[in-house]
């Protein structure tokens, strides 16, 4: 089965460490985009990237960062510098906006 | 920028259908409107998405008036299982990336 998946679901962290979460695609597609989710709110775009080895900001790319080495994967490394980094972290996929974005399940992180 | 208005939230009673509106005044000539629903705490689904037609699919319908600066997500008969935050965008199916607002709470009703 083709989809998106990230891990973990749930992830701890300290404050002032930095953490990786991981998301990986079987589907092919060429974009992939990480969003951030607070409660009871809309989905705020962090990064994205529409390429191997290029990526570009979103609106709150402020204290994360990101790489695609690979068109499957396109990891996000919430650093020490994000001041509220306890959030709902989503990453998405697309072939093109034809097609929509399929959503992985999400990575909930807490920072204490 | 929010490209598109919303309400809030909406109620609907089981088995009947749910109309969820959209005001996208703003949309350019090339812009798709786009629906997705969100179940708590789960990644967002796509659910449809059309230029100037209305469109059907086995999940719902969406009806675009003649100006394109309104959209109905109509699910012709709702059950529990359609309970969900529903987002409605717009944009480019050649562009970049989509911005999600805080889209309209539906809560079916038994």
């Known amino acids: 089965d083709g989809g998106i998946t990230q891990s973990p679901k749930y992830l701890f962290r300290k404050e002032g460490q930095n953490v990786t979460l991981s998301c990986e695609q079987n589907?092919?597609?060429?974009?992939m985009y990480w969003y951030r989710q607070d409660p009871g709110q809309g989905l705020r775009l962090i990064y994205y990237?529409?390429?191997?080895?290029?990526?570009q900001k979103g609106d709150i790319a402020e204290g994360y960062s990101v790489s695609r080495e690979k068109k499957e994967s396109f990891p996000l490394t919430v650093t020490s510098a994000q001041k509220n980094p306890t959030a709902f972290y989503l990453c998405?996929?697309?072939?093109?906006?034809?097609?929509?974005?399929?959503f992985g399940s999400g990575t909930r992180l807490t920072v204490v | 920028d929010a490209k598109t208005t919303q309400p809030t939230s909406m109620d609907c009673a089981e088995g009947r259908a749910a109309n969820l509106p959209c005001n996208h005044s703003?949309?350019?000539?090339?812009?798709?409107v786009y629906w997705y629903r969100q179940i708590h705490s789960q990644g967002p689904q796509y659910i449809i998405h059309g230029l100037k037609n209305n469109e059907t699919n086995e999940m719902a319908s969406l009806i675009i008036t003649e100006d394109r600066k309104s959209s109905t997500l109509i699910l012709p008969h709702a059950t529990l299982r359609d309970t969900a935050v529903y987002y409605c965008?717009?944009?480019?199916?050649?562009?970049?990336?989509?911005?999600f607002g805080t889209g309209t709470s539906l809560t079916v009703i038994p």
């Open positions: 998405a996929s697309s072939r093109d906006n034809n097609y929509g974005y399929t």
């Open positions: 965008i717009v944009g480019s199916n050649t562009g970049n990336q989509f911005y």
């Open positions: 990237s529409q390429i191997v080895n290029d990526f």
């Open positions: 589907l092919n597609h060429d974009a």
């Open positions: 703003t949309i350019s000539g090339n812009e798709y």
